[in-house]
């Protein structure tokens, strides 16, 4: 059973625009939800991320959107660049740090 | 500094070989991981030790054994690996359980390839 799903599996932006992804999980157990980049044959890198008292974080060009009684956040990427095409991963986690990471997304920024 | 060091980056073994992948951090973290990754599929959960202490197994294969000799360094020997077993292995670490802070940082990972 998968703990957290995401979507779109990949996504396409021209530069410029606001790339999307989304995550959904049925865990209310869940405290703690980080989003990672990654790039080919690189480790993932702790990108940004929420607890669920809060609804929006923002660092730069990156808002986590959160929703308790959806049980949803989302990942926004304002002014897509080329330089942000990677593989992104949702997580959740549990109190004792425990991850679950979602399928991943690709995005690809078109120059 | 964030920074989770693994060696070796790039490892190719025979299905007899016996190696071992190494990982530190500095950060003062009390939790660290061991993840498998194959290609377009996100990390998998095999090992976690927890101040010091192997916690979570997730039912990994006997051929894969880690070690935890002290709170900065986490190995993982392998020994009659399989073609399957080949992917990309990362290393994290944590502050820990209890401590209310759960970020997890990873490693570069060593890219692991069985023949």
């Known amino acids: 059973q998968q703990q957290v799903k995401q979507s779109p599996q990949s996504l396409i932006v021209q530069k410029g625009g606001i790339s999307i992804i989304n995550c959904a999980y049925e865990?209310?157990?869940?405290?703690?939800f980080p989003w990672y980049q990654q790039f080919p044959g690189k480790g993932p890198a702790l990108l940004i991320a929420?607890?669920?008292?809060?609804s929006e974080k923002k660092e730069g060009r990156f808002t986590i959107s959160f929703n308790k009684s959806a049980k949803q956040f989302s990942l926004h990427i304002m002014d897509s660049q080329p330089g942000d095409s990677a593989t992104y991963f949702c997580?959740?986690?549990?109190?004792?740090?425990?991850?679950?990471f979602g399928r991943g997304t690709q995005l690809t920024v078109w120059p | 500094d964030t920074e989770v060091t693994q060696t070796p980056k790039h490892l190719v073994m025979g299905m007899t070989n016996k190696k071992s992948l190494k990982c530190e951090q500095h950060?003062?973290?009390?939790?660290m991981y061991w993840y498998k990754q194959k290609a377009k599929k996100p990390p998998e959960l095999m090992f976690v030790?927890?101040?010091?202490?192997?916690?979570i197994n997730e039912s990994v294969p006997s051929r894969f054994s880690p070690e935890c000799p002290n709170s900065s360094l986490l190995n993982l020997h392998l020994h009659a690996l399989q073609p399957e077993d080949s992917a990309l292995y990362l290393c994290?670490?944590?502050?820990?359980?209890?401590?209310?802070?759960?970020?997890?940082?990873f490693g570069p990972g060593t890219r692991l390839t069985v023949t």
């Open positions: 997580a959740a986690s549990l109190p004792l740090g425990r991850l679950y």
């Open positions: 929420i607890r669920p008292d809060v």
């Open positions: 030790y927890s101040y010091e202490k192997l916690s």
């Open positions: 994290a670490s944590s502050h820990g359980a209890h401590t209310g802070r759960y970020e997890q940082y």
């Open positions: 865990n209310t157990a869940f405290d703690y």
């Open positions: 950060m003062g973290h009390r939790a």
